[in-house]
Structure formats: C-alpha cells, structure tokens
C-alpha cells in the first residue's frame, strides 16, 4: 500500500519514490503508536478512515469516547501509520472492574471491533501492539470482537450470531417480507391506538431509559447507566436517536438507534410487561424498519443474540438469518478468564434474584456492576 493509501498492492507493498536510476529502495516503516483521542485533527483523521475502510459504529471513535464519558472506562486507540499516512486502526476500551479482572476490549460494550487495515501485516502489527499495551497496563486479557485470529489468540465460537438483512423497499413490501406466523402479530401491533414518537430529546431519553431499565431487570440483567445512552446519543448527533411506542400515552417499548454507512443498529431495546400482550414490541421493530428506510437506509442489523436464546428465536421469527460470530481472546498466562456472560452457569442463580428485585433497586445498583460489563 503506498504512501497515500491507493496505489499499489491492496494487501501492502509500497509505490517507489523518484529516485537515481540504479539507487536501492528503501522502504518506509510501519509504526504503531496510541491515538491521541483529545486531538480534534487525530479523531477527524481516525473516523475517514472507519469510513472509507467500510467499518462499523464500534470502529468509530465517537463510540469509544461515548463509553468513556458514559461509563468511565477509559478511550484508547492504536494507528498504524507508514509516511505519515494511516495504515490501520484498532479501537480499544481498558475496561476495569471490582468484580471482573481488567481487560482491553475492542471495542467495549459494543458487539463489533477489532483491527480495520490495509494489509494483513498491518493488522497483526496491532494486535502485537495490543497485547503489548495490556501487559504494560496489567490487563488479564484482550478481546477483539472480530475474527481476527492468530497464534497465541484463543477462539471463542458458537456462542453468539449476528442477524441483519435488506431493508424492503415499502412498508407493505416489508410487511410481505416477514415470514406468515410473525407477519400476524406485526398486523396486531399494527392495530393497536399507538403513537409512535421518534428524537431525541430528554422526554425521548427519560422514556426510553425507563422502559430500559424495567426491560433488563426483567430479564435479570443489570442496567447501564443513562449516562451511556446520553453520551452515544450526544456523540453520534444526527446519527443515532430514540423510537418509542406508547399506549395510552404511557411508554411500552422503545429503543435507541445508530446510524451507519446506510445500515441501522437498533442496539438498546425493551419493552414493559405491558408489551408483550399488546404487542408493542412488534410494532416497535416494524415501525424502526419503516424509519430507518425513510433515512435512506438499505439494511436492517437486528444485532447479536446468544445461541438458543429466546432473543435469537425471536429475530428468526422475523426471517433473519444467524451469522455465527467468532471472537479472538489473547489471555495472561495464569490469569482466569473474564467471564461476563450472562448466560453463564455461574450466573444463573444471581439471574433468578435479580428478576425479584424491586425496581428502584434495581436501577441504583445495575449502573455500579453494569459498568465493568463491556
């Protein structure tokens, strides 16, 4: 890859520089250094790059500084860089923990990340860097939510798939999309008196965390804090915002979005127990669909599900089909594994007395355990 990101190779290599006609090439250097994340032209540098190299939300910057300000795990980031020009990009979250060993993450609390670059050399330089920059801050582990696997790097498969599709070209085309079993109850959230609100405001944000919060504890999960959601929706601007569906002017379901190279994300969704009989959450989907198109969006990821979950029954049910995901794991000789999981064996128990706690409850202690959760 030359000097200026284009010519030559597209798996790495160098374009020759004016020269004497018999004088030796010399090829420039790759380097890998921390990004500075506080430099307004570093992070405007970085998110082109996301952009041009087709990554994903969790590449970008503005999602690695929104943990940050949302949860307090720390932003950091390693460039490959060759003549001054951006060769590769890992995005990483030092996530620690009272209750979990401290571990880098790419990206946290985000489904997606690891190394985006122009050669595989670049990307293996990286992860080299990575597993560098965790034994220099004394974190048990690196995990890359990506494939990228290499020797030393342990897999982690058959967990989780992802789910995401073409968005159809009408409300009535999307409609005929779903498969005839889901299809029906899509038609009886359809004619349910609901209205549906769409922004970002703190209405928007007061709602959508309230039927959050309820949502996950009735799952026996612990919340995120708001703040998260504040940080993404004020990180992302135009490219994120809230839906929410509500019956009788009460919110029942609602989920905030982002918005990416014409996909959109619906990452944080839930519905009350109400939900469920009138089929809000169904319309809540539905709608999404609708307004992610108007936003000129062509796919439609539903996200990632844990393998024979009802989640990921439920995403199939709307004719989506599972993409298993594999994850690479660099671990510290001697270290036990982070095991955040919370469908871990280990968690069951815990899973079945957080469902019994009083709401309010609930909402003050998730936001303190749920932030070594990335």
Not at 167 to 187: F, G, N, T, W, Y
Not at 240 to 264: C, F, M, Q, S, W
Request: glycine fraction near 10%.
């Amino acid at each position: 890859m030359g000097p200026d990101g284009r010519a030559g190779s597209p798996r790495g290599g160098n374009r020759r520089q004016p020269c004497g006609m018999n004088a030796p090439f010399t090829p420039m250097l790759e380097t890998v250094t921390l990004a500075d994340l506080t430099d307004p032209g570093e992070l405007a540098r970085i998110e082109r790059f996301v952009v041009e190299r087709e990554g994903t939300p969790f590449h970008r910057p503005a999602w690695l500084r929104a943990v940050e300000r949302g949860t307090g795990q720390r932003a950091l980031g390693l460039i490959a860089e060759r003549g001054g020009n951006l060769t590769g990009w890992l995005p990483v979250t030092e996530v620690r923990s009272p209750l979990f060993p401290a571990a880098l993450v790419s990206s946290g609390f985000a489904v997606g990340g690891g190394a985006i670059a122009d050669s595989e050399s670049s990307v293996q330089r990286l992860t080299k860097a990575a597993i560098e920059l965790a034994q220099r801050l004394s974190c048990a582990s690196v995990e890359l939510r990506c494939a990228d696997i290499e020797e030393g790097w342990r897999q982690v498969t058959g967990k989780h798939a992802n789910f995401a599709a073409p968005l159809a070209e009408s409300d009535d085309a999307q409609l005929l999309a779903i498969p005839r079993k889901q299809r029906a109850e899509v038609r009886k959230g359809l004619q349910q008196p609901f209205a549906v609100k769409v922004g970002t405001s703190d209405e928007d944000r007061r709602m959508h965390y309230a039927v959050y919060c309820q949502s996950v504890r009735n799952l026996g999960t612990p919340v995120f804090p708001r703040a998260l959601f504040d940080a993404v929706l004020d990180g992302f601007g135009s490219a994120a915002d809230i839906l929410t569906i509500l019956l009788e002017n009460k919110p029942v379901a609602a989920v905030l979005t982002v918005y990416h190279r014409g996909v959109a994300y619906p990452y944080w969704g839930g519905g009350t127990r109400a939900a469920r009989a009138s089929r809000a959450n169904e319309r809540l989907y539905f709608e999404l669909m609708g307004h992610a198109r108007r936003r000129g969006c062509g796919t439609f990821d539903f996200g990632r599900s844990k393998i024979g979950s009802g989640a990921f029954a439920y995403k199939k049910n709307w004719g989506f089909t599972p993409e298993p995901l594999t994850y690479a794991v660099w671990q510290k000789p001697g270290e036990a594994a982070r095991d955040i999981d919370p469908n871990s064996d280990v968690y069951s128990g815990k899973i079945a007395l957080w469902k019994r706690l009083p709401l309010p409850v609930a909402n003050r202690l998730g936001p303190i355990i749920a932030r070594g959760l990335a």
